[in-house]
Each structure stands twice: as structure tokens, then as C-alpha cells.
T-cell receptor
Framework: DAEITQSPRHKITETGRQVTLACHQT?????MFWYRQDLGHGLRLIHY???????NKGEVSDGYSVSRSNTEDLPLTLESAASSQTSVYFC????????????FGQGTRLTVV | GENVEQHPSTLSVQEGDSAVIKCTYS??????FPWYKQELGKRPQLIID?????GEKKDQRIAVTLNKTAKHFSLHITETQPEDSAVYFC????????????FGSGTKLNVKP
């Protein structure tokens, strides 16, 4: 079955280190998104992509970057991890082209110490 | 951009009672309104959605209503059960952003047995 997977599921890192969270989907969806989830803030969009080589900033993109070299993957990089980036991160994908369901990965819990 | 507000932030009901969660949106161009359920430690999953050409949609014990004039939409859960306990997120998606979702801050629903 097609799915979307994130790795790692849990990560502890130190302040200042570069961290990359992986997201892989097998639906061949054009659209991919990264959100962070914090108590009281719901799901906030970090970056998104509408296809290969396309990336766009979301509402909370400072300190994060993404790249889209193929359809299946959208890795999220924290350039220099900060304690404020401790959060649960969700990747999602959707087929695009109009109103359609977004499918979420299992989430990655990142702790920056 | 779109702004989605969701109320209440927490809701506690007795098993068998009904629960209503309300969302408002700011962009009159938004035309797709999904609702996601997130159980503790799990990923958000779509439970129902509605498009702007429809005023109401039902799926067993769940219904969503949309008032385009007032720019608000609501989730109704009847005959609540303990397994309905979760965090519920509403979202709005305008057509010009290819499935970019703007999420509400979430409602934690607790169904007491």
C-alpha cells in the first residue's frame, strides 16, 4: 500500500547542530508539506513544495530549509538547531490540482537540548 | 493569507451527548474545508471534508455544516463515544494555493464514559 513515512520518529540533538528529518511518500503526490505542532498553536506550515525543484516558505520558515530533488522525498533541514525548535514535526502530501485530502506521516518528535 | 480560528480549545461531554466545534475563516475564496482527528501520539487523519458548493455533509455520526456568507463551518458529532476523544483540527484551503491548508489551533475533545 502507498504510504508516507518519516524518520527518525524521535531525535535528541544539541543546540547549534544541523539536523535533517526525512519524509518519503509512495503515492506519487505532487504536493508535500512540513508542519510543526506545538501546544496551543495547532499545525503551522514550515515549507511546502508543489513538485520537483519547487520549494516555498510557509508561515514559520526561519531556521529551516527543504529541497525537492524527486517526487518521493522532501527532507527538512534545521540549519543550526535552537531550543525553540523543539517540537513535533509532521510531513504531509496531497495529489494537488484542487481540493483534496492531505495524508500525514507519523510525526518526528525533535528535542533540542 | 487565510486565517482560521477554532473554538473551543477544549470540550468535555458525557458519552452519548453531542459535540460541536466551530471554525471561522477570513478568505472568502477558500473552497475546501477538511476536518482532521488526531488521537494521542498519532498522526492527523481526515474524518470529513466539505467543499464550498455544499452546505452540509454527513457521514454516520459526523456532520459538517458550512455557511459561506458568514465564513464559518462546524463539526457536529452525535452520540459521542469514548473513542471520539481526540484533538480535532479544522482547516481551510483557497483554490489559488494548490492545496495549501490553513489549520485552526485544535479542539481537545474529552468524552467521559
Amino acid at each position: 500500500d502507498a504510504e508516507i513515512t518519516q524518520s527518525p520518529r524521535h531525535k535528541i540533538t544539541e543546540t547549534g547542530r544541523q539536523v535533517t528529518l526525512a519524509c518519503h511518500q509512495t503515492w506519487n503526490h505532487n504536493n508535500m508539506f512540513w508542519y510543526r505542532q506545538d501546544l496551543g498553536h495547532g499545525l503551522r506550515l514550515i515549507h511546502y513544495s508543489y513538485g520537483v525543484q519547487d520549494t516555498n516558505k510557509g508561515e514559520v520558515s526561519d531556521g529551516y530549509s527543504v529541497s525537492r530533488s524527486n517526487t518521493e522525498d522532501l527532507p527538512l533541514t534545521l540549519e543550526s538547531a535552537a531550543s525553540s525548535q523543539t517540537s513535533v514535526y509532521f510531513c504531509a502530501s496531497s495529489p494537488g490540482g484542487g481540493a483534496a485530502e492531505a495524508f500525514f506521516g507519523q510525526g518526528t518528535r525533535l528535542t533540542v537540548v | 493569507g487565510e486565517n482560521v480560528e477554532q473554538h473551543p480549545s477544549t470540550l468535555s461531554v458525557q458519552e452519548g451527548d453531542s459535540a460541536v466545534i466551530k471554525c471561522t475563516y477570513s478568505d472568502s475564496a477558500s473552497n475546501y474545508f477538511p476536518w482532521y482527528k488526531q488521537e494521542l501520539g498519532k498522526r492527523p487523519q481526515l474524518i470529513i471534508d466539505i467543499r464550498s458548493n455544499v452546505g452540509e455533509k454527513k457521514d454516520q455520526r459526523i456532520a459538517v455544516t458550512l455557511n459561506k456568507t458568514a465564513k464559518h463551518f462546524s463539526l457536529h458529532i452525535t452520540e459521542t463515544q469514548p473513542e471520539d476523544s481526540a484533538v480535532y483540527f479544522c482547516a481551510a484551503s483557497p483554490p489559488y494555493n494548490f492545496n495549501k491548508f490553513y489549520f485552526g489551533s485544535g479542539t481537545k475533545l474529552n468524552v467521559k464514559p
